[in-house]
């Protein structure tokens, strides 16, 4: 695409908002990590029985909800009335689950650059993309917007559906043949998990003109080292931490 998303990352990327001190990809761990000075937060999708997209991380509600069993079995209206913030601390306890739609009109407010971690139901790949895609037609969202997946189903379904849109392949292990998986699943970036950094393959990939981001760190040395290595930026569950100990990274 003509427009990179990447052309504005910074390297504090709020992870599922700030999710150290706020429960996961609720709006107070969004604000907060705005609050707290990070520019970007990166949240997970995926979506309800009834098709909606829906801001979650795990394929069941036990551990971040009130409630429990299959998250897309369940349909918006009984997703809306879960606590989502309790499990977390009793301060939370307004905490709901958001939808996409809920979510751009927060970013929009808070001037919030959004990565949205695709995580679909395995076989709901294309619906959750179509969901996405809805909901941007919904609430225009007027900010650098990143896509991102372990799916290279959901990946395939960014590229055909929302082609504009900067797209990453999320990994753990950054593979030997990056640069075939980066192409076969058409993306700009790659994201990995940090305990996998390797400098020498990092400042291959940078050379070859990719962008890259690694989850999740919480240590200031590990980002400082990331960094010099050509890692565009780093997701973190304490944003206040990373941006003050980051300052002299930020362009
Ligand atoms: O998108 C980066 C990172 O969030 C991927 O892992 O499990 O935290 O969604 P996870
Ligand atoms: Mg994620």
Wanted: aromatic letters at 8%; charged letters at 20%.
């Amino acid at each position: 695409p003509v427009f990179s998303a990447y052309d504005y990352i910074t390297p504090v990327i709020g992870h599922r908002g700030a999710c150290g001190e706020a429960p996961e990809n609720t709006q107070a761990s969004i604000e907060l990590a705005a609050h707290q000075g990070a520019q970007w937060v990166e949240v997970d999708v995926t979506i309800s029985a009834d098709g909606i997209a829906v801001i979650h991380h795990d394929h069941d509600l036990d551990r971040c909800t009130s409630g429990s069993g299959i998250l897309n079995l369940h349909r918006l209206s009984e997703l809306k009335k879960l606590d989502a913030g309790s499990w977390f601390s009793e301060a939370f306890s307004q905490q709901r689950i958001l939808t996409l739609t809920e979510l751009f009109t927060l970013a929009n407010q808070l001037d919030l650059n959004l990565n949205l971690e695709v995580k679909p139901v395995i076989g709901r790949e294309s619906e959750t993309v179509w969901a996405i895609s809805r909901a941007l037609q919904e609430v225009p969202y007027e900010h650098p917007l990143l896509l991102s997946s372990f799916s290279l189903h959901a990946l395939r379904a960014c590229a055909s559906h929302l082609p504009h849109i900067t797209r990453a392949i999320n990994v753990e292990a950054i593979p030997r043949n990056w640069s075939e998986r980066i192409e076969e699943a058409g993306c700009q970036g790659l994201h990995f998990q940090a305990e996998f950094a390797n400098e020498s393959v990092i400042r291959e990939i940078k050379a070859a003109g990719y962008h890259l981001l690694s989850y999740t760190v919480n240590n200031p040395d590990t980002a400082e080292a990331l960094l010099s290595y050509g890692v565009d930026g780093i997701f973190t569950d304490y944003p206040a931490r990373m941006v003050r100990a980051l300052s002299r990274w930020t362009r």
